[in-house]
C-alpha cells in the first residue's frame, strides 16, 4: 500500500474566510455542548432547546432521577 501524497501548501487558493469572525462559537464550544438529533413530530412539539430541557426535566423528576433545580 503505497503513502497518500503530502501536500505542502498551507491554504489552498479557493479557500475564502474573509467573511468569517474568529472565535464565533468559541464560548459555546469551551460550555460544552450534547446534541441530540429530535425526530421532527418532536421539534414540533418541542421548538426549542429550553422546551426540550423542560420536558427532561419534568421526566427526570417524575422517574425519581432528579431533584428540582
Avoid at 468569517?20 to 469551551?30: C, I, N, S, V
Wanted: aromatic share 8%.
Amino acid at each position: 500500500m503505497s503513502k497518500p501524497e503530502e501536500n505542502t501548501e498551507e491554504m489552498l487558493p479557493e479557500y475564502e474566510f474573509g467573511s468569517g469572525a474568529r472565535g464565533a462559537y468559541a464560548r459555546r464550544y469551551a460550555e460544552g455542548s450534547n446534541i441530540a438529533v429530535v425526530a421532527p413530530d418532536l421539534a414540533a412539539e418541542f421548538p426549542t432547546s429550553e422546551a426540550v430541557n423542560a420536558a427532561l426535566r419534568t421526566v427526570a423528576e417524575q422517574r425519581g432521577k432528579r431533584s428540582h433545580p
